[in-house]
C-alpha cells in the first residue's frame, strides 16, 4: 500500500497568525498572485477547451517536440507535445512580476487545484453555478499552499511547513511566522499537508493547517446512550425530544443598532470624500471607520460559529444517534418575514457540523423529510388534515395557539391532552429516523455515521 493510501483521518486546525510588516508584504504578494491566476484560468477556460480540441484533432507534430536526455537517454519532453492550457499559459515570460522570488510555486499549483474543484462542484452540484472570478475587495482574500515532506515528517520536523514551537510556525517564503494556537496539537503521527493563508477585511491574519494521519484524531466514544430527534424552529434554536429547549441567541439582531449606526457614519464619511474628490485609500477616517465595520461583523460570525459548534459537538457526544429534519425540505425561506431570523439561526452550518462530527466520534446522524412531522401526533400516529391542520399561527377552528398540539382521535392515549407542539415534532423525527435505520427511507433521507 502506497504512503497516500495509508493517510485516511483528517483535521484541520486553524489559528490567528502575526506576521510582521516585512512577512506582511509577502503574503500580500502570495494572495494577489493567486487571485490573479486564479481568475485568468477562469477567463482563459473557454479557449483551453477549444485549445483541447486542437490537441486531440491536430497532434503537435514530432519534429516540433522538446527533448532532454536523462542518463544518456533521450526523452521527450511531455509539455512540448501538446499546445499549453491552464497554468501552462500563465507563465512568468507572459507576466514578468509572476516571476517574483517572494512567490510560493506550490501556490500556483494549489490555485490550480481550486479552480478545478469549483468546475467538479458546478458538474455535481448544479446549483453552484458556474466558477465567478475573485474580487480585489472582497471581504476574505486566501491562498493555499502544500508542504513538501521527506520521510519520516512529523508536525515539527522533516516538512517544509512545521512547527518551530508551540507558537511559532515555518512557512514556506514567509519563515519563522508567531502564531496562536486555541487548543493542543494532535498526538497522532499526525503530519501537515496543505496551509491555506486567509486574510479578512477587519485586518487579521489566520492559517488552517490541514493535517493527515494513519490514526484516528479523537477517540471513539462508547455507544449507548440515549438516542433524541431535534425539531429546528424559529422561537427556539431547537427543541428535542425529551422536552429541553435551546434558545436561539440571535447575535446579528443585538449587534443590528450599532451596526447600523456605524454604517450611516461610514456613508456621511464616503460621501463627503467622494465630493471633494479625495481617494478612499487616504481618507485615514474613512479606513479606520470601515475596519471598525468590519470587525464588528465578524464578531457576529465568531459568536455564532462558537455557539453552534459548542452545541453540535455537546449534542454528538452525549447522544449515539441524533435525528434532525432536512431544511431544504422545509422551503422556510420563502416566507419573507422569517428569512432574517433564518439566515441569523445558522441552521445549515449546524447541520453540516453535525454530519461531520457523527463521523468523527463513531455516531449515527440522520436527517429525515420534515413532512408531516408537525401534523402528526406522536403517540397514535394520527395526521391533522384539512381544517384540522396546525399552521405557523396556531389552528383558528380549536382557538389554539402555536404552542400547543391537541390531538383529538378519540382513540389515542393523549385525547385532548396538551402537549407541546415542538417536543410533539421532535418525537415524530424521532421516530422517522429509526424508520430510515430500519430500511423505510424516503429518498430525502441522509444517513451519515
Ligand atoms: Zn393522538
Known sequence: MSRKNKMEFCFAVRMRMFPSHRQEKILWKNLNASRFVYNQLLANSY????INKLNKLYPIPKNYWKYRTVKGKKTAIAKSKKRAVGLDRITADRYPWLGDKDLDSLMFYNTELHYQSAWQMFRKVHRSGIPKFKRKDRSVQSYSTSAIRQKGATLYAKSSIKFLDNCHLQLPKIGRIKVKLTRPLPKNNAVITTATVKHFSDGTWFVSLLLKSDQPFVKELLLATDPIGIDLNLTEFLVDSNGNKVDNPRYYRKS????ARLQHKLAIKYRRAKK???NLRDCK?????????AS?????LNQRNSFTHVLSTALVKNHDLVVAENLQGKNMIKNHALAMSISDAGWRTFLTQMEYKAKMYGKTFVEIDPKYTT????????????????????NKAHQ???????CYNKECPLYMHKQDRDVN?????????YSALLGFASPKTKISR
Open 47 to 50: 479557449t483551453d477547451s477549444a
Open 256 to 259: 443590528r443598532k450599532h451596526l
Open 400 to 406: 389554539t395557539d402555536h404552542f400547543t398540539y391537541i
Open 425 to 433: 415534532a421532535s418525537k415524530n423525527i424521532l421516530d422517522k429516523g
Open 276 to 278: 471633494e474628490k479625495r
Open 285 to 293: 477616517n474613512y479606513q479606520k471607520l470601515r475596519q471598525k465595520v
Open 296 to 300: 464588528l461583523h465578524k464578531h457576529v
Open 375 to 394: 401534523q402528526r401526533c406522536h403517540a397514535c400516529g394520527h395526521i391533522k388534515k384539512g381544517k384540522d391542520r396546525i399552521s405557523l399561527s396556531g
